[in-house]
């Protein structure tokens, strides 16, 4: 059993920058992959960023590519989201997910590929 704790999320005026963390229960928790995704009201979850379990292979959507950074601390069983240049439209619950047998070679970005999530944590942008 793997818990997942999200906390960082609040309200922003847009332009302006959020660093989301989760925290994850478990002692194999550098062999996961880990994934933060989104879902506003009245659509469905999507992916946002997705982190290997050895840190060195990262993929973004395409709608935060540039604006947000996934990052990993091993010794913390922690991962990051920092999230920079917010926009109104980045309104959502952002969960973050663990996925315990990553592929060996990239990251996952679907949600059938990950087995924990956690509860979300709310980010609204305000215009």
């Known amino acids: 059993q793997v818990q997942l704790v999200e906390s960082g999320g609040g309200l922003v005026q847009a332009g302006g920058s959020l660093r989301l963390s989760c925290a994850a229960s478990?002692?194999?928790?550098?062999?996961?992959?880990m994934g933060w995704f989104r879902q506003a009201p009245g659509k469905e979850r999507e992916f946002v960023a997705g982190i290997s379990w050895s840190g060195g292979n990262i993929y973004y959507a395409d709608s935060v590519k540039g604006r947000f950074t996934i990052s990993r601390d091993n010794a913390k069983n922690t991962v990051y989201l920092q999230m920079n240049s917010l926009k109104p439209e980045d309104t959502a619950v952002y969960y973050c997910?663990?996925?315990?047998?990553?592929?060996?070679?990239?990251?996952?970005?679907?949600?059938?590929?990950?087995?924990?999530w956690g509860q979300g944590t709310q980010v609204t942008v305000s215009s």
């Open positions: 478990g002692r194999s928790f550098s062999s996961y992959a």
């Open positions: 997910a663990a996925d315990l047998n990553p592929p060996r070679i990239g990251v996952p970005r679907m949600r059938w590929q990950y087995d924990y």
